[in-house]
Structure formats: structure tokens, C-alpha cells
């Protein structure tokens, strides 16, 4: 639970609804067929979508960067990220958080702090895991090292724990709970729980326990959809994707009509 007011001071209120904007494949990519005028261009009509329906905040991802590179990413994405994420900025003033496949948090830290984003989303920062990317390993004391030496303490870090897309039996015996407080004492901002894919829900339950286990903010990270979200009225945010584009899927374009009806239903949860 969030008792210092993570959120609140992030978004405004005390439990936010974050817009996820899969930014267009990234120069140098297999996908790779815009201009970074093309990408930003893109993902301001989108996140302009967000705010009007209501969103506190905004997200930008890579994730039409497949196949992901494992834990680094070349300058020419951190270049286009950061002039995507400083237009976004300029033009709809919402909070704004980066992440940058796969596992390359350094790269988002780097990336939110010459933009202006207020956080970034890491995957591995405690234990390890097996990804679609190989072994991804805990980054937690080289990423925070990192962030204070470039400055950028006021960027915050949210992790997924137990992420989607990955294999945890070699932290089979360490649950969710505990790998949330490990988090936690390794100094995360907030935790991030996930489904097993990308749209896929996350366990309402184990929602409800990480939540009831740290003292910092517990964000759910995939699957959120207007008629599932009233199950979540312990998460801290929300962080959509996937459930407010064309047919439910993260690849398709955002629909004003998808993104308006999550408003509407957040709208409903239980007062903080």
C-alpha cells in the first residue's frame, strides 16, 4: 500500500490510470518503416486521446522493437526515445514514464531524465528470471548507483516483480509477497504485477497481498480491461495498454471509444 504517497505526488490523486503508448518500431529495428517526426507524431495524437478521456499519466514503450535486445539498447534508440518523450511532454502535459525493452532500465533511467519523465518501469531489478531474451539478472544496485550519478534521483523506479513473459522456476521458492519486499528494501518506488503475457490479467489475489505487504505502490501491469478492473480496488495505478486498442490487442491502434469506457469504470472503484 502506498503510505507515503508515491502516486499522489506522481499524478495528483491517490490512485492514477497510466496510458501505455507502444511507440512505432525504432530506427534500426526489423520493423523499423517511420520517420522519429512519423513516431512522435503518433504517440502525441495518442496520448492526447488519453488525457482527454480522463488518464493521469502516460507511458512510452519499444514495444514494437521485436525481437528485443537483452539488458542494452544502441544510442539510436535512447536518441529517438528521449526526442519522442520530450515532444510528449511539450505537448500534453501529463506525467510521463518510460520503459525500454528488454531489461535495458539504465537506458530508461537515462532517457526519462533528459526528457523530463517522472518514472520508469524495470524489469529484473530483484532475483533473476528466464525471459524470451535469456537470463535476466537482478539490477537494483548498478541502476540505482547509476541513477544518482547522473542525477537523476527525482526519476522514479517502479518494477515488475515476477514478470510476465518469463519463467521463474529458478525463484520458485520465493512468492510474489516476499519478492515485493525484497523490492522494497532494495529501495523500488513501487512494484509492478503482471499477468503471464502481455493483456493477459494479473491474480486479483495476489494483487491484494503485495499490496498488503509493502508499504510502497502496487501497480498492475497487464490485462486490465473495463469489466476486470473493478476486481483491482487494492492496486495503487493502473498502468493500460493492450484492452483500449482496436480488438484488444497491444499491436492495433488506440480506439477513443476503449480508452473512455476504462475511465468510465475506474471512475467506479471504491474512494481512497
Known amino acids: ?21 507502444h511507440l512505432g518500431a525504432l530506427p534500426g529495428t ?14 502525441v495524437r495518442e496520448a492526447r486521446v488519453y488525457k482527454a ?11 514494437h522493437d521485436r525481437p528485443y535486445l537483452k539488458s542494452s539498447v544502441g544510442p539510436e534508440i535512447g536518441a529517438t526515445m528521449a526526442v519522442v518523450g520530450n515532444d510528449l ?15 535495458a532500465n539504465p537506458w530508461a533511467v537515462a532517457i526519462a531524465h533528459a526528457c523530463g519523465a ?12 528466464v525471459a524470451d531474451e535469456g537470463l535476466i539478472e537482478a539490477s537494483a544496485g548498478t541502476l540505482l548507483r547509476y541513477r ?6 527525482n526519476v522514479r523506479v517502479f518494477a515488475d516483480i515476477k514478470k510476465k513473459h518469463s519463467a521463474h522456476a529458478i ?11 525484497a523490492a522494497e528494501f532494495f529501495q523500488a518506488d513501487g512494484v509492478i504485477v503482471t499477468g503471464v503475457s502481455t493483456g493477459q490479467p494479473a491474480d486479483a489475489g495476489e494483487v491484494a497481498a503485495v499490496s498488503g505487504g509493502v508499504s510502497i505502490p502496487a501497480l498492475i501491469g497487464s490485462g486490465i480491461t473495463p469489466e476486470n478492473i473493478g476486481k483491482y480496488a487494492a492496486a495503487d495505478a493502473f498502468i493500460v495498454g493492450s484492452s483500449v486498442k482496436r ?13 473512455e469506457a476504462v475511465v468510465r469504470a475506474f471512475e467506479k472503484l471504491p474512494a481512497r
Request: charged letters at 25%.
Open 1 to 21: 500500500m502506498d503510505t507515503n504517497g508515491i502516486v499522489k505526488s506522481l499524478f495528483g490523486v491517490p490512485r492514477a490510470l497510466i496510458g501505455v503508448i
Open 247 to 259: 480488438d484488444g490487442n497491444w499491436a492495433n491502434p488506440l480506439e477513443e471509444r476503449r480508452v
Open 89 to 103: 511532454r511539450m505537448e500534453v502535459p501529463l506525467p510521463l514514464g518510460v520503459q525500454v525493452l528488454a531489461g
Open 171 to 181: 525463484t520458485a521458492d520465493v512468492d510474489i509477497v516476499e519478492t515485493a519486499k
Open 118 to 129: 517522472c518514472f520508469v518501469r524495470v524489469e529484473g531489478f530483484v532475483f533473476a528470471h
Open 148 to 153: 544518482r550519478m547522473i542525477g537523476a534521483e
Open 53 to 63: 478521456a480522463g488518464f493521469h499519466g502516460l507511458a512510452i514503450e519499444n514495444t
Open 30 to 43: 526489423p520493423g523499423s518503416r517511420k520517420s522519429v517526426g512519423e513516431i512522435s507524431d503518433d504517440a
